[in-house]
């Protein structure tokens, strides 16, 4: 029998689902190392590898067609039996597939545990907070045909019947021991690079709700709220499993956030309902069409005035061949199919298509404002300074107003 849902105020005592999370000392030393693999992988030897590129496979694509390579997939077939760039990728390959079982044992010891203590938060909690679940969701093909990146589960599973959230903990494991690539707590601090752009470019804007598409947890949005005091928090996602764990941390933090259990292609909120959408990590996960119903949704779902900002991974073309051929690497191998076609898009041409009109949209990449001096974030919207790359101290965004 499952103990009854907590009084108001017995909620006020939310638990801290982090603490679940006890790993062994060797259990999190293996999860840190594992960790520093990947993102060793990652990081420095993206460059060995092309450094070995230019070594070796470029000058025989040279003398092969008279040229350098255009485009990242003639890099890729050019290095396609070179031996350090096999290596690289089964090393990368192994280091992502090792971190997910490196939680798992601290995770499976304490899911009964887990799974009670969250069960007895009220879906209306005491701060305000709510969450909607859908049992019938039906999650889409692209979701369930395969693990994305090669996490057992992918975001959905609920490995111990309905309830059960021990994904979600499995997922947040690896970011408390850390460290993974991108391995602060809100995830890169994309929530604080995109509000504060937002806030800077249009200090006219006063959103009053948001809607995160894809919140997993929710962590991007406790940015927003410091960003635009008394905004309302809404996060949508199609896994249960991070939506109830989101919906207790909330609680526990004593945010309110609405989170509701919900396919981003189609929504049941109301037309204009929102004044600022954004998104992070999404749009690679998804198909091309789904990725064109979801922006479609997003204009329906913005009031006059609102903005729509999802930040993703820079446009083939906007990057460097060697640059491009690194980004699609996770389509071939990193179970994550639709990154290439995604990134095959042109991110402006996506709004327009879907009613923004060109001249308000925008693309680019923001600074991360935690590490990029105040002064020059001044320097950079007057367009005197570049943001830091891409996963290197910035973001690329894009998006327009209504
Ligand atoms: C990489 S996570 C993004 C997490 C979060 N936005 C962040 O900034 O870290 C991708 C999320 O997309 C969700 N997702 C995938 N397809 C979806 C869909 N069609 N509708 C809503 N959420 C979806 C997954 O459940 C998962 O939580």
């Not at 907590?6 to 293996?30: C, I, K």
């Not at 991070?242 to 189609?266: C, D, T, W």
Request: proline fraction near 7%.
């Amino acid at each position: 029998m499952p103990e009854a849902p907590l009084t108001r105020a017995e909620a006020a005592d939310t638990p801290n689902l982090d603490a679940f999370f006890r790993p062994t000392h060797d259990e999190y030393v293996r999860t840190r190392y594992i960790g520093v693999l990947l993102n060793h992988a990652m990081v420095n030897l993206r460059y060995a590898v092309w450094d070995e590129y230019k070594a070796s496979a470029e000058p025989a694509f040279k003398k092969k067609h008279g040229r350098a390579a255009k485009t990242g997939k003639e890099i890729h077939h050019a290095l396609a039996d070179n031996t350090f760039y096999r290596t690289y990728s089964s090393f990368r390959y192994n280091a992502q597939e090792m971190g997910p079982q490196s939680v798992q044992a601290p995770v499976e010891r304490v899911i009964p545990q887990l799974n009670a203590a969250v069960a007895r938060v009220p879906d209306n909690d005491h701060v305000g907070g709510t969450l909607r679940l859908n049992r019938d969701i039906e999650y889409p093909h692209y979701l369930t045909s395969m693990d994305a990146h090669l996490t057992p589960g992918g975001y959905w599973s609920e490995h111990a019947g309905e309830g059960d959230i021990s994904q979600a903990l499995m997922l947040q494991g690896r970011r408390i021991a850390g460290p993974v690539v991108n391995s602060s707590r809100d995830f890169g601090s994309v929530g604080a690079a995109v509000g504060t752009w937002l806030a800077r470019k249009y200090p006219d804007f006063k959103p009053r709700r948001i809607l995160d598409l894809a919140t997993q947890e929710g962590k991007q949005l406790y940015a927003y709220r410091d960003i635009f005091p008394g905004i309302e928090l809404h996060g949508l996602d199609i896994a249960a499993p991070s939506l109830r764990y989101g919906h207790a941390m909330a609680a526990y933090k004593g945010v309110p956030i609405h989170f509701s259990q919900q396919n981003a292609e189609s929504t049941d909120y109301p037309d204009g309902h929102f004044d600022l959408i954004v998104s992070s990590f999404f749009l690679h996960e998804i198909s091309v069409p789904a990725t064109k119903r979801v922006i479609a949704e997003c204009y329906r779902l913005l009031a006059p005035g609102g903005i729509l900002a999802h930040m993703e991974l820079p446009p083939s073309k906007s990057c460097e061949p060697l640059l491009d051929f690194s980004f699609n690497w996770d389509a071939r191998y990193n179970n994550e199919p639709n990154y290439a076609h995604y990134r095959a898009q042109d991110p402006t041409g996506l709004c327009t298509a879907a009613g923004f009109d060109r001249k308000k949209c925008f693309e680019l990449e923001v600074p991360v404002p935690a590490t990029f001096k105040p002064e020059n974030y001044e320097k950079f919207l007057k367009g005197e300074m570049a943001s830091p790359p891409h996963g290197r101290g910035g973001w690329f965004i894009f998006g327009g107003r209504k």
